[in-house]
C-alpha cells in the first residue's frame, strides 16, 4: 500500500543525487573537463541550446578545453556565453575553434570552492527531507483514510528513516569525494 510511496521517493531521491552530481562536474577542480563548459546555455538563432548540443568539447591537456562549433557561424555566439557564464573562464577565438584556458587556482579560491560545495551538499539533503515530508504526510493520510493500519505506518515510517540515512549517506559521499578532488591539486 505504501510501497508505491516508497518507490516514488526512491526515484525522486535518485534524482536529486543525479542533479547534485551535474552540478559538480561544472565545479572546475584545476584539471580541464568538460563538464565546465557542457551545459552553459548558448542563445543561437533566437533560442537557448546547451554547448554540448552544438559543437565537439576536448581536453587537450589538463590546462585546456578546445570548443570546435558544428556551425562556425556560432564561433561568437559560444564564445559569448562561455564570457557570461558564471564558471569565470575566459575563451579565445581564433576563427576556427574556441580554447579556453585554466589558469591555475589559488588556494583562497579553492577554499570558496569548498565552501560552495558544502552549501550544494546541504541544499540536497534539504530536497530530501522535503520531499520525505510530503511522503510522510501521504502515509499519515492514507493511515487517516484507512488504507495502511498502523501498524503499516511505523513499518512505513522505519522505511523512509532508513532510506533518508542512505541518500544522506550518498550526498556525503558524493561532497566528500568533490572536496577531497579539489584538495589533491
Known sequence: MYDKEI???????????????????????????????????????????????MATLTVPDPAHIVIQPWDKNALGDIELAIANSETGLSPTNDGNVIRVNLPSMTEEHREELIRGISRKGEEARIALRSVRGEVWDRIKKMEKEGTVTEDDRYSAEKELNDVINDFNQKISQTVTEKEKDLRSI
Do not use: H, W
Open 7 to 53: 518507490r516514488d521517493l526512491k526515484s525522486k531521491f535518485e534524482q536529486i543525487i543525479d542533479k547534485l552530481k551535474e552540478d559538480f562536474a561544472g565545479i572546475r577542480t584545476g584539471r580541464a573537463s568538460t563538464g565546465l563548459v557542457e551545459n552553459i546555455m548558448v542563445s543561437y538563432y533566437g533560442s537557448t541550446t546547451p554547448l554540448k548540443q
